[in-house]
């Protein structure tokens, strides 16, 4: 396995993040994710992939100021290092090689 590889779902996770940008929190990605897809996600399965992205340091997280809506707790906001940068563009390289050619394949069905 190449060591800049990420699984499908550390694959979408990375691709929100990249998309939102600075708003990229645990509720955002989870919500942007099951939009985009229509795939329900549990929070904990964000959190989850967070966390263990930010230990591969593929992520870099920061943490916001207290808001009241959430009753003074703060929002930890989370962005791709370079590292999570680099594996996000070999993956989605790797995604087009495989994929390539293949589109008129699904239009037959």
Request: aromatic share 6%; proline share 5%.
């Amino acid at each position: 396995m190449p060591p800049d590889y990420i699984g499908e779902f550390e694959q979408l996770v990375l691709m929100t993040i990249l998309r939102l940008g600075e708003h990229a929190y645990g509720a955002t990605v989870r919500d942007e994710i099951a939009d985009r897809t229509g795939r329900d996600v549990s929070l904990s399965a964000v959190y989850t992939t967070l966390e263990r992205l930010e230990h591969k340091k593929l992520l870099q997280s920061r943490v916001g100021e207290p808001t009241p809506q959430r009753g003074g707790r703060r929002k930890r906001y989370f962005a791709l290092s370079a590292a999570g940068e680099h594996a996000l563009q070999a993956s989605w390289q790797r995604l087009k090689r495989v994929a390539e050619g293949i589109e008129p394949l699904l239009e037959k069905n």
